[in-house]
């Protein structure tokens, strides 16, 4: 009774909005992932990566289901993971150090897990971008040679390659929860940044029925999106990732999931490999830049808002950019994206910065 007290009678804010519950609701499609990935590995074998996959789909007892709910469920994941992203930035969450860095990492990290896995179906697209990927670390001077061998377990992409790759996927989600453990403990130490404006009690209301609606909307909202992928099964994916994997034909056109569009197509928007691997890698940890500055929030928090936004739509246009070849006007296209991408980043640490400055 006191539990169910607590569900129905907890005082909350009535500023609350629908995008109050995004964590609890990656926490569930974590662990929903972990449950899938973990009945899968019964049936997934290294060595016949391709048809084990297809045994997986077509022998195994709702094999088909626990395949696509693990790769649709990726997608929504990744969803869910750029919402609560956007969402930090709208809310200033950037100013929580802690939370911050330790949410960063936990995406950083989650897009090495969704690429090793994404290279375990051993299809022609998977197999090309295992080449084009680990092919990158030749960028670093010295090593970068001897860091693809490594890789690899052999001068090119092989059956090591897939082993390694399956280890490291397996393994990486343990890592994943303690940094989910981390990123919990330091919201809970600091507390949340989303502007409650609450002075007191009469500023809150019943927890019931107000925010079980929001939270049900949500979770009906995630479960429309898996019974949609469901129903469309395959459409979030290459077809070629359905064709087995051929060393010896490497398909016209490379691309990842729509999940790494934008790092890809920044990837590609500069003619030097290695610049293009720092600009890559800058797109996610760019991030990090914005806990120095600004600690108030004031009426410059207009013009903030509108370069997020504008980061948003940036966000949209490369990843539309990243399924086309990077021929005339594309080449140009991505360039644009790329710089005007960290050009807004840049403006939102400067107008923190001037807040911080005048309002301090």
């Known amino acids: 009774i006191a539990i169910f007290n607590s569900l129905v009678f907890l005082p909350a804010s009535f500023t609350l909005s629908y995008m109050w519950n995004f964590g609890s609701m990656l926490g569930i499609m974590l662990m929903s992932q972990i449950l899938t990935g973990f009945f899968l590995t019964f ?3 290294a060595g016949e990566a391709f048809s084990s996959v297809q045994y997986i789909m077509f022998e195994v007892n709702l094999g088909w289901l626990l395949r696509i709910m693990h790769s649709n469920g990726a997608s929504m994941f990744f969803l869910f993971i750029y919402l609560h992203i ?3 930035l709208i809310y ?28 375990l179906i051993w299809g022609q697209m998977s197999y090309w971008a295992a080449v084009v990927i680990t092919s990158l670390m030749t960028s670093v001077p010295y090593l970068g ?22 280890s490291v996927h397996f393994i990486l989600p343990w890592s994943l929860m303690v940094l989910v ?4 403990f330091f919201l809970h130490f600091t507390g949340s940044s989303s502007s409650l404006y609450c002075h007191g009690d009469y500023d809150k209301i019943h927890f019931f029925p107000s925010f079980w609606l929001k ?21 979030l994916s290459d077809p070629m990732i359905f064709v087995e994997s051929d060393s010896m034909a490497s398909p016209a056109h490379v691309v990842p999931e729509w ?7 920044i990837l590609r928007s500069v003619p030097s490999k290695l610049l ?41 246009w490369l990843t539309w950019a990243g399924h086309y070849p990077t021929d005339y006007p594309f080449n140009y296209f991505n360039l644009f994206c790329t710089f005007f991408y960290f050009c807004c980043i840049f403006f939102v640490c400067l107008i923190n910065f001037f807040s911080d400055k005048l309002f301090s």
């Open 92 to 119: 200033g969450s950037y100013r929580l150090i802690g939370v911050w860095l330790s949410g960063i990492f936990i995406y950083f990290l989650l897009m090495g897990i969704a690429f090793t896995g994404y290279v």
């Open 276 to 316: 293009g691997v720092i600009l890559m890698f800058s797109s996610v940890f760019v991030l990090t830049i914005l806990i120095w500055p600004g600690s108030y929030r004031s009426i410059l928090d207009n013009f903030l808002y509108f370069f997020v936004m504008c980061f948003v739509w940036v966000f949209f």
């Open 86 to 88: 956007f969402k930090g």
């Open 145 to 166: 040679k001897y860091l693809v061998w490594w890789i690899w377990g052999s001068f090119s992409v092989c059956e090591n390659t897939l082993k390694f790759f399956y």
């Open 181 to 184: 453990v981390f990123h919990l």
């Open 43 to 45: 049936y997934y074998t």
């Open 215 to 235: 939270d049900g909307f949500d979770i009906f909202f995630y479960f429309f999106l898996i019974l949609f992928s469901l129903y469309f099964s395959f459409d």
């Open 259 to 265: 999940y790494f569009l934008f790092a890809f197509t």
